[in-house]
């Protein structure tokens, strides 16, 4: 089945610790997307890329960095620099973006805590 | 700046009523509206979308309304099940990126 896998679902982070999030698609898109969800707010874009090797910051950028080496694959890091980071993590693709009838697809999400 | 509200936060109803959830938002320049629905600690998943020039779209029980001049979409769920109870959450296609209502929590009580 294709699908969007995110890892691990529960992770934990120390004071000055970077922490990294793995997304990874097998449904052959070329844009995903990393967003933030908070108790009773909407979903956050923080980064999204279009394509290998390119990405983009959202709304909400600051104390987060990605990258995409590959196609399938577009992990998150959330650094020492992100002073709130407990939050739950939601990564989506979707085929092309700029095509306005293809819905976003979501991974399961990784809730991250500060110990 | 395009803002999307979704009200009520929750709403809580029997088995087997008809229900309407509301979505608004503060722009009318969209490329599309879409309706998701999360369960709890998952992610979520489409439900339906429905481009600028259209109505309406239906899938099953569900009915989605677009009203883009007065800003507004309705999800209709008709003969609920208690299956229905999760997050349902409208976004708003802005420029290709999504802008996000913060949902509305349904439960149906058996």
């Known amino acids: 089945d294709g699908g969007i896998t995110q890892s691990p679902k529960y992770l934990f982070r120390k004071e000055g610790q970077n922490v990294t999030l793995s997304c990874e698609q097998n449904?052959?898109?070329?844009?995903m997307y990393w967003y933030r969800q908070d108790p009773g707010q909407g979903l956050r874009l923080i980064y999204y890329?279009?394509?290998?090797?390119?990405?983009q910051k959202g709304d909400i950028a600051e104390g987060y960095s990605v990258s995409r080496e590959k196609k399938e694959s577009f992990p998150l890091t959330v650094t020492s620099a992100q002073k709130n980071p407990t939050a739950f993590y939601l990564c989506?693709?979707?085929?092309?973006?700029?095509?306005?009838?293809?819905?976003?697809?979501f991974g399961d999400g990784t809730r991250l805590s500060i110990l | 700046k395009q803002e999307v509200t979704q009200i009520p936060a929750a709403l809580s109803v029997p088995e087997g009523e008809n229900l309407v959830l509301n979505c608004s938002f503060t722009?009318?320049?969209?490329?599309?509206l879409q309706w998701f629905r999360q369960d709890p600690g998952k992610g979520l998943t489409s439900l339906l979308l429905?481009?600028?020039s259209q109505r309406e779209q239906t899938s099953g029980r569900l009915n989605a309304s677009l009203d883009k001049s007065s800003g507004r979409s309705t999800l209709y769920i008709a003969a609920s099940q208690p299956g229905d109870s999760a997050t349902y959450l409208c976004?708003?296609?802005?420029?290709?990126?999504?802008?996000w209502g913060a949902g509305t929590k349904l439960i149906i009580k058996p």
């Open positions: 989506a693709s979707s085929p092309v973006r700029g095509v306005s009838n293809q819905p976003q697809h």
């Open positions: 429905i481009q600028s």
């Open positions: 449904l052959n898109h070329d844009a």
């Open positions: 722009d009318s320049a969209i490329y599309n």
């Open positions: 976004a708003v296609d802005s420029n290709y990126q999504l802008i």
């Open positions: 890329s279009q394509i290998v090797n390119d990405f």
